[in-house]
């Protein structure tokens, strides 16, 4: 539960600062994947960051953690992330 929270707490801070409130569709889309695909669909999402190995390497092991979370909560999560986001953008 604890992963769900600072994932919300860093969303939260990255759509809704101040100086950039408007939320890039490649964030979305990213952490959208990071909840809700497979481990190869994810890998390919990565990709086209060209993120150096280590990090992409990082960012798998944490998504080994997210898929042990209940498919449900992880849609709830997605849902919700939606909603923060769309006021962001306004």
Excluded at 6 to 15: I, K, N, P
Excluded at 67 to 90: F, P, Q
């Amino acid at each position: 539960m604890r992963l769900s929270v600072c994932l919300l707490l860093v969303t939260l801070a990255l759509c809704c600062y101040r100086a950039n409130a408007v939320v890039c569709q490649a964030l979305g889309s990213e952490i959208a994947g990071f909840l809700l695909a497979g481990k190869p669909v994810f890998k390919i999402q990565l990709a086209k960051f060209k993120a150096p190995l280590e990090a992409v390497t990082a960012k798998m092991e944490v998504k080994k953690c997210v898929d042990l979370m209940a498919y449900e909560n992880r849609v709830l999560i997605t849902k919700t992330l939606g909603k923060i986001a769309e006021k962001c953008d306004r």
